[in-house]
């Protein structure tokens, strides 16, 4: 079975700080993505990589970057915390798609509040 | 116009009978289609995925897509209370991109 771990289930940071969120995959998938989940809105994309050191912007990527050093690790960066980040923040991965069947699967996301 | 759209419910359901979920979707380019489920404060979980027109059956679940109108549903037969929960449409409209529709609750009354 695929294995999306994030790095912490519930997280409480301070405006303005930095604040990483880490995720990692076991099941060697070249795509992973970041979104937020927030009632009503669904979810956002905010960033997605398709290969180790490249990303593209999602819908949402203001006030983000990521960071992917190596294949298996994709992490998010708020640069600097605001309280319109408050969020369950969701990481998913995915086979690139030699065909377009390829289902993504998602970690058990990190419920951020920002104070 | 979402590009993907759902009822958001609550749609009601007593136990045994059949849910059925809808999802339409706006880029006709599109090339696979899946449901997830989402149980409150939990992330999503793959129920299955579909890319021909027609149905496909999983157990008690079964996708319908219908490309020409632009909709793909989902029933799921003998509904238990432990089918409450939130269902996600997700479209694939190219390469990478996902699109989520926003769910539908569903409630399974006993």
């Known amino acids: 079975d695929v294995k999306v771990t994030q790095s912490s289930r519930y997280l409480v940071k301070r405006t303005g700080e930095k604040v990483f969120l880490e995720c990692v995959q076991d099941m060697d998938h070249e795509n992973m993505f970041w979104y937020r989940q927030d009632p009503g809105l669904g979810l956002r994309l905010i960033y997605f990589s398709y290969d180790v050191k490249m990303k593209e912007k999602g819908d949402i990527p203001e006030g983000y970057s990521v960071s992917r050093e190596k294949k298996e690790r994709f992490s998010l960066i708020l640069e600097s915390a605001s309280t319109n980040q408050t969020s369950m923040y969701l990481c998913?991965?995915?086979?690139?798609?030699?065909?377009?069947?390829?289902?993504?699967?998602f970690g058990d996301g990190t419920r951020l509040s920002i104070l | 116009q979402k590009e993907v759209e759902q009822n958001s419910g609550p749609l009601s359901v007593p136990e045994g009978a059949i849910a059925s979920l809808n999802c339409t979707y706006s880029?006709?380019?599109?090339?696979?289609f899946f449901w997830y489920r989402q149980y409150s404060g939990k992330s999503p979980e793959l129920i299955m995925f579909?890319?021909?027109?027609g149905d496909k059956e999983d157990g008690r679940f079964t996708a319908q897509l219908n490309k020409a109108s632009q909709y793909v549903s989902l029933l799921i037969r003998d509904s238990q209370p432990s089918d409450s929960a939130t269902y996600l449409c997700?479209?694939?409209?190219?390469?990478?991109?996902?699109?989520f529709g926003t769910g539908t609750r569903l409630k399974v009354l006993a």
């Open positions: 579909i890319y021909s027109n």
């Open positions: 997700a479209v694939r409209p190219g390469t990478y991109k996902y699109i």
């Open positions: 998913a991965s995915s086979l690139y798609p030699v065909n377009s069947n390829q289902p993504q699967h």
């Open positions: 880029d006709r380019g599109s090339q696979s």
